[in-house]
């Protein structure tokens, strides 16, 4: 849906009409809880003199999302703290505050300093302190509210970033993770930008099933994956077998290059309706001690949370044959390929492997994966209807003497080479008038794509 259309600009209309109230009785409360630790009496309680305000019909991202997790009251105050510094951060200046006879902030407020943020950034001391104040059996309370097996923590929708191990837990800054913010603020998804913290790229594709070209047996054997990730929670809940089974399905696609396993990723998100993410790993391992596990946890984390599949493409460079531990680079690059093993077999998701050679990984390796597909050069009838798939409904027109069937039968190429062929031709086609695609152009791309595999034949023949 474009930005523009009206949908979106409702959708905005409507989370800023709740957010207004929201975030207005979040402010009232501070206030309140602010005179009570100066020493003033309220009346009753602040929950019975301050509800929140009654949620809006669905439609509105921040409700849908107070409503899908069942929020208590003190539960929104918790998402309202973390939000708060993003739309409205001189709602928290107030804690700024100091206390005149220590010439310091408050230590029971809570809170860190940014780098370039000069608002005032809450921890879980601060989330304690406007949930309970200094009633220390409330505060006991609501640390379950601060676990991390909460739905809020559990799922994703908040997060404690402890950076000093030594130190409270609660002294750790109380964030919205980018999935969750995108979600409160637009409704939309997060994806986010490549690169050496996230080493990942989502594919996509314009074709469909019908344009993919695999022996019978491939094709059964993908009709398994999509099975079990349309039927996962039947086979694992209903039917009792998370007790024998791991969550989630590993597969090793193998074969030559352009035999359409990066294609195959794709069309499995497309009619799964889940993205699919092509892992970069050389961008993964890193050389320093602990930062490619790191990296590998922000991956891992965003993929299981929002329910992507992940296709590590050329896995071999990665998790090929592991070597013998002759001196310290050889142990950690087997602790890293440890690692990865590791996080991979415990993804309840879809992980997809990739590979030129089943042979550049051992059994143990293999014996982790539900399934091995192997994605061999098409035969002849394959790759006529590769041709043909590739030249038809097309605005140009084939010269006489292009003969598909003779291409098909006497050159051995993949479909990307095939495809790469195409491209070659059309470049030449789009220069004349009319537009036509020549025996002797198709000829010159399919020399080439064999000459890059050190296979050479007479272009023009």
Request: glycine content about 8%.
């Amino acid at each position: 849906m474009s930005p523009g259309s009206a949908q979106p600009s409702a959708t905005l209309a409507a989370n800023a009409a709740f957010l207004h109230e929201e975030l207005g009785w979040f402010s009232q409360w501070l206030d309140l809880r602010l005179r009570q630790h100066a020493g003033e009496s309220l009346p009753g309680s602040l929950l019975d003199t301050h509800p929140p305000p009654p949620l809006p019909a669905p439609g509105a991202p921040y409700a849908d999302l107070v409503r899908e997790f069942a929020l208590g009251p003190h539960e929104r105050l918790l998402l309202a703290l973390a939000f708060v510094p993003h739309v409205r951060p001189e709602a928290l200046d107030a804690f700024f505050i100091r206390n005149q006879a220590l010439e310091r902030r408050f230590t029971e407020f809570g809170g860190v300093a940014g780098t370039s943020h000069g608002g005032f950034l809450p921890t879980g001391e601060t989330a304690l302190f406007l949930l309970a104040g200094d009633d220390l059996h409330a505060r006991l309370a609501h640390h379950r509210l601060l676990h991390p097996e909460h739905p809020l923590f559990a799922r994703r929708v908040l997060r404690l970033d402890r950076r000093h191990p030594e130190e409270p837990p609660l002294s750790a800054a109380l964030q919205l993770p980018p999935e969750s913010l995108e979600r409160l603020t637009t409704g939309g998804t997060y994806h986010p930008p490549f690169g050496p913290e996230f080493p990942a790229q989502r594919i996509t594709t314009l074709l469909e099933w019908e344009d993919l070209v695999l022996d019978p047996g491939v094709r059964d054997e993908l009709e398994d994956i999509l099975t079990w990730t349309r039927h996962q929670g039947t086979l694992m809940d209903d039917w009792g077998l998370k007790k024998q089974l791991k969550p989630g399905f590993r597969s090793l696609f193998h074969g030559p290059p352009g035999t359409g396993k990066t294609l195959t990723a794709a069309l499995l998100g497309k009619a799964t309706g889940l993205p699919v993410f092509r892992v970069d790993l050389s961008k993964v391992v890193s050389k320093y001690i602990g930062e490619t596990e790191k990296n590998l946890a922000s991956l891992f984390d965003h993929a299981q949370h929002q329910r992507w599949i992940l296709f590590f493409d050329e896995a071999d460079a990665l998790f090929g044959k592991r070597t013998e531990s002759r001196n310290a680079n050889d142990h950690a690059a087997n602790q890293q390929i440890s690692y990865l093993l590791q996080r991979i077999e415990d993804f309840p998701g879809i992980a997809l492997l990739a590979s030129n050679l089943r042979s550049n990984f051992d059994e143990a390796f293999a014996r982790r994966f539900q399934s091995t597909i192997h994605f061999p050069i098409p035969g002849p009838t394959q790759r006529l209807k590769l041709w043909e798939a590739c030249l038809r409904d097309k605005p140009f027109q084939l010269a006489p003497d292009v003969d598909l069937t003779r291409l098909a039968r006497e050159y051995e190429l993949a479909g990307g080479a095939i495809i790469n062929a195409l491209r070659y031709a059309a470049l030449k086609a789009v220069l004349r008038e009319p537009h036509e695609v020549r025996l002797h152009d198709l000829l010159q791309g399919v020399s080439r794509e064999l000459n890059k595999e050190g296979r050479y034949v007479l272009s023009g023949r």
